[in-house]
Every structure is written in C-alpha cells, then in structure tokens.
C-alpha cells in the first residue's frame, strides 16, 4: 500500500486542494486496462471471501482510501460536511469501479469523469471539470 500512497504523492505534488481531490478521485478509478484489470481481481477476491487475510486486507485498503478521501476534503468543505461527503465519494468510486468490471464498454474513461464530475458539481466541490467543456 505504501507504494501507492507514494505515487500518489508523486502526482499531487504541486496541486492545489481542488486538483489534488481531482487527482485522487481519478488515480482511484480503473481508467486504463492496467487498473480495470487489477480492480476485477479485487473483486473477485472479494468475492470469493472465504479468507480472513483477504479480507483484512480489503477493509485496510477500504479504511486508508476513506481517510485519504477525508484529508483531500477538509481544505475544501465545512468540517461538519467531509464524512458525508467522504461516504458519497467512496461509494461513487467503489460503484464506478463495480460497474466497470461488469460493464467495461458502457464505463469507459470517458464515461467515468462525466459521473466523478457530476457528483463533484453536485457536492458543491471546485475540482476541474474537464469532461463537462
């Protein structure tokens, strides 16, 4: 996990609080063949759950993405909205990952940014809007 946290590091670095939320947003999305097929693999792991080990696994990977969901929201939103808006994000990215997987033509990249930027608008949040110009 720390080599993840590293590259994300690597791709934030010089952004602002709104691109860096952007930036997150998309390196947590399978937008390439690479990260669509480590997702289905997740999913399938998760699926077959018959090991405590892969599941301890999955609920630290799901609690560091939630906290790091968290810490890119605090410069941008009222304290009293981050965990709400935290929960909406990572059910976003976790459904969008979820469709991906069983629907790979219909979501594409393409088709993921004008959901991730809808939501965005939705929540009142300034990230780049890319796929909406």
Known sequence: MQGYIEELEMLERGADAGERLRILLEWMLPLDPASLSAERGRVLMIAADGETSVRAFMNAIEE?????????????IPADRVEAAADVLRALTNGIILSAV???????????????????IGLGLCASTSSLR
Do not use: A, S
Request: hydrophobic share 30%; aromatic share 4%; net charge positive.
């Open 64 to 76: 560091r993405m939630t906290r790091l969901l968290r810490e890119h929201l605090q410069p941008l």
């Open 102 to 120: 069983e629907h790979p033509k219909k979501w594409t990249p393409e088709q993921q940014r004008v959901t991730l930027d809808t939501v965005l």
